[in-house]
């Protein structure tokens, strides 16, 4: 059975700069809190006539750029996403239709935070299994129209930002590539993170009680989720390196979603590594959740932080719980 290659990766992030400076001046916050407790320093938000579809356009160009394909040549198109541009159809058939691809498969994936690697986990078991030759894989957010920048909402707006990444999978025609996947979820936490409407859980699923009560917008208990993310982290990293025989040694970078500076040194700290080895620029974007890892890891393959040979480790947490890990052979 082939091996699944990431052969190309592109990321966009919205023009428009929030800086903790800017949110100080909406809301009881401060610089040095959100540093401190978070690591970010400033995030991304997309105007008002952008939705998720539109960022996962720019990243898909600039991954089917490096991996030397073109519209025509994709064969798959997955979306990972909480924030799709509609409620339905996904925000897949979006990028199906404003990059004129042909009429091939193309659905999205609502795993949150993890929905990138969920993502890689299907697009691999895809060209394993002969069926795909070319697809696209996108995680992108536009999850800032679902903030509130107040004092009571400060906990979730001043952590989220908007985003896109994307990679080209492809059939490998060497020993690299995705070299294993693992997916986890818990969904007794199910409310630790999450919007409650608009659901089929509400007859009608949107009503004003509905709005005047918030129940539209995200509600999250951070410190469960923080306490999870440091054990879940380790765990499925240190899975990806058992499934493989790898040691923390043999691995030049692990790229953890983007969740909170705090956690990926904690995380660090639990593995016994250097954050030197820990990927980081949530102080740029703040927690793009589905976009997380694809701009990370878009952003470390351009610094050089590893190259063709090196062994890179994806690491997810998030709502539902989710988490999940992907190990690759570059
Ligand atoms: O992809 C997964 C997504 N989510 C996460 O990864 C989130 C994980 N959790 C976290 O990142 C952290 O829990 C937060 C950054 C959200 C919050 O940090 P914390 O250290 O858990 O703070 P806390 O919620 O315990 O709040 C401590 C204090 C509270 O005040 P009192 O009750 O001690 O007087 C909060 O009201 O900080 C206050 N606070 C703030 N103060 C200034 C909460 N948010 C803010 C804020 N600015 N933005």
Not at 71 to 77: A, M, S, V
Not at 96 to 113: L, P, T
Not at 227 to 253: G, Y
Not at 268 to 284: E, F, L, Q, V
Request: with cysteine; glycine share 8%; aromatic share 8%.
């Amino acid at each position: 059975m082939k091996r699944a290659k990431i052969t190309g990766i592109g990321h966009y992030v919205p023009e428009h700069v929030v800086t903790n400076a800017d949110l100080e001046k909406l809301m009881d916050t401060t610089d040095e809190w959100i540093i401190n407790r978070t690591g970010i320093k400033e995030r991304r938000h997309a105007d008002n006539k952008t939705g998720a579809s539109d960022l996962g356009v720019i990243a898909s160009e600039n991954a089917m750029k490096m991996a030397g394909v073109k519209p025509e040549d994709i064969d798959l198109i997955i979306f990972a996403t909480v924030s799709s541009d509609y409620y339905f159809p996904g925000a897949a058939v979006l990028i199906q239709k404003k990059m004129s691809m042909k009429n091939i498969g193309a659905f999205d994936v609502r795993a949150a935070c993890s929905g990138f690697v969920y993502g890689l986990s299907i697009a691999d078991q895809f060209i394993r299994a002969g069926m795909n030759e070319n697809i696209l894989l996108i995680g992108a957010e536009v999850q800032t129209v679902a903030l509130k920048f107040d004092t009571e909402h400060r906990d979730l707006s001043i952590l989220f930002g908007d985003g896109a990444g994307a990679v080209i999978v492809q059939p490998s025609n060497n020993s690299s590539g995705i070299l294993s996947t693992h997916l986890h979820s818990q969904g007794e936490h199910a409310k630790s993170l999450w919007m409650p409407a608009p659901g089929s859980h509400f007859h009608p699923w949107i009503s004003h009680e509905i709005i005047d009560n918030e129940l539209h917008l995200p509600v999250m208990n951070g410190k469960e989720v923080f306490k999870h993310a440091i054990v879940r982290f380790p765990e499925v990293i240190q899975e990806a390196l058992d499934t493989n025989n790898l040691s923390l040694e043999d691995v030049a970078l692990i790229i953890p979603h983007q969740a909170n500076y705090r956690i990926s040194q904690a995380v660090a700290r639990r593995m016994g590594i250097g954050m030197d080895k820990m990927y980081s620029n949530i102080h740029k974007y703040g927690n793009t959740t589905a976009a997380s890892i694809p701009i990370a890891m878009s952003e470390a393959y351009a610094e050089g932080r590893f190259s063709e040979g090196d062994y890179v480790i994806l690491a997810a947490f998030g709502s539902g719980f989710t988490w999940a890990s992907a190990a690759i052979r570059w």
